[in-house]
């Protein structure tokens, strides 16, 4: 079947660690992976996509990889913050005959501690 | 430019009842996509509209329907409530990849 996974479990870390969240998606011909930041009682917020032919990408604190042999996104965001506490999302968009289509995960719940 | 809106931004009705949504999305943008959005379910694709037609549909039933206006605006209708239609709908519009969500409606169905 198809399916795309996020960490389960809330991620708990303190404040200046890395927090690392986890995307994994099953027989999907991907075409790119999105990663939204969500706050309570709002609407997604764009933060990065990642092409399938594009193995990492950088912005300010924010890392993303993309391998889609192990069929997997890791969003690394370092010298974390209290203010980075929020849920974050993948989307992967994939190939379906002519069209593209879009898949969001779950969400992963990240919470920084001071 | 202005983001997306999306009037109203709670709402409640009892079953049976019948609602619309309404998003204006970001100046310039010609695709709007609905979601549902429950804490069990996730983000769940309801539908896309493009240039007022619609491109892509998910798998929610006949009760929930869209449209587009020339302006872009769009609207989302739910007929005949039922309990799990409680949930926060999204609207998002985008000119490329990027979805720019608005702030959601929470709807309650008593």
């Known amino acids: 079947s198809q399916k795309i996974e996020q960490n389960s479990e809330a991620l708990n870390i303190q404040e200046g660690k890395t927090a690392t969240l986890t995307c994994n998606y099953t027989?999907?011909?991907?075409?790119?992976l999105q990663w939204y930041r969500q706050d309570p009682g709002r609407g997604p917020v764009f933060l990065l996509l990642?092409?399938?032919n594009e193995k990492e990408k950088r912005k300010e604190r924010l890392k993303v990889t993309f391998d889609t042999t192990l069929k997997q996104s890791l969003f690394h965001i370092t010298a974390s913050q209290p203010a980075d506490s929020a849920t974050y999302l993948c989307?992967?968009?994939?190939?379906?005959?002519?069209?593209?289509?879009?898949?969001w995960g779950l969400g992963t719940s990240l919470a920084v501690n001071p | 430019k202005a983001g997306v809106t999306q009037t109203p931004r709670y709402l409640i009705k009892t079953r049976g009842q019948q609602v619309t949504l309404s998003c204006s999305p970001i100046?310039?943008?010609?695709?709007v996509s609905w979601y549902q959005q429950t804490p069990g379910q996730g983000l769940q694709f309801l539908f896309e509209?493009?240039?007022?037609?619609?491109?892509n549909k998910g798998n929610f039933p006949g009760r929930f329907s869209g449209r587009q206006f020339s302006n872009s605006r769009s609207e989302m209708n739910v007929s005949t409530l039922e309990l799990g239609d409680s949930a926060l709908y999204l609207c998002?519009?985008?000119?490329?990849?990027?979805?720019?969500f608005g702030p959601g409606t929470r709807l309650l169905v008593l």
């Open positions: 998002a519009s985008s000119l490329k990849e990027t979805q720019y």
């Open positions: 100046s310039g943008h010609r695709s």
């Open positions: 509209y493009f240039s007022e037609t619609q491109r």
């Open positions: 027989n999907y011909s991907p075409a790119y």
């Open positions: 990642i092409r399938e």
């Open positions: 989307a992967l968009a994939f190939r379906a005959g002519n069209n593209r289509k879009l898949i």
